[in-house]
């Protein structure tokens, strides 16, 4: 490191304790045992995922597809609009606020993470921000959002694409982080 001299991460000090997990340790417990036996299995069936997301929090609008295999690591912090598609394999950790506008589409395989950790702190301290995806926008197969990263109406993030700012309103970025105009 040229920065930080010796300043090395140490995470035997590594302590959670300032981090809001938003619901009591009791709703967290049966939400890992719902979503891990229904939620997050091969089970067919869209409607009874919503009505389970919303039973522990989530905001969930009408007309949303939810396929098997979904992992949502905190329902009580994720806002999906009317008519969204979120696909096979999609992984939303939402240590902080997720939110999706309608008629938006979360590819097979999409990865929205909320948090990460300050490599420049000896402790490692845990960092999250919020990811907010417009509405009619498509996060195609594979696709990577960061914390803080937005996506305005109308952006497409492409396969495999890795977004970690703003992605304007109808643009689309690639996986080499190319944008154009839609």
């Known amino acids: 490191m040229t920065d930080g001299g010796d300043k090395k991460v140490r995470l035997d000090l590594f302590t959670n304790d300032h981090f809001d997990r938003g619901a009591s340790q009791l709703v967290e417990g049966l939400w890992i045992v719902m979503s891990g036996l229904l939620v997050s299995t091969w089970l067919p069936g869209s409607k009874w995922r919503c009505c389970l997301l919303r039973l522990f929090g989530a905001n969930i609008g009408r007309g949303v597809v939810i396929k098997p295999y979904v992992s949502v690591k905190f329902p009580w912090r ?7 598609w979120i696909g096979e394999h999609v992984w939303i950790d939402n240590l902080d606020n997720v939110s999706i506008g309608s008629h938006t589409c979360i590819s097979q395989g999409a990865f929205l993470c909320t948090g990460s950790h300050d490599w420049r702190d000896t402790k490692f ?3 999250t921000r919020p990811i907010s995806v417009g509405k009619n926008c498509w ?44």
């Not at 994720?78 to 969204?84: F, I, N, P, T």
């Not at 952006?155 to 190319?178: E, H, K, M, R, Y």
């Open 78 to 84: 994720l806002s999906v609009a009317d008519h969204v």
């Open 125 to 127: 301290k845990l960092v």
């Open 139 to 182: 996060v195609c197969a594979k696709a990577n959002i960061a914390p803080g990263a937005e996506m305005e109406d109308g952006a497409v993030l492409a396969f495999g694409g890795c977004l970690s700012s703003v992605l304007p309103s109808n643009t689309i970025q690639f996986f080499d982080g190319t944008r154009r105009s839609r």
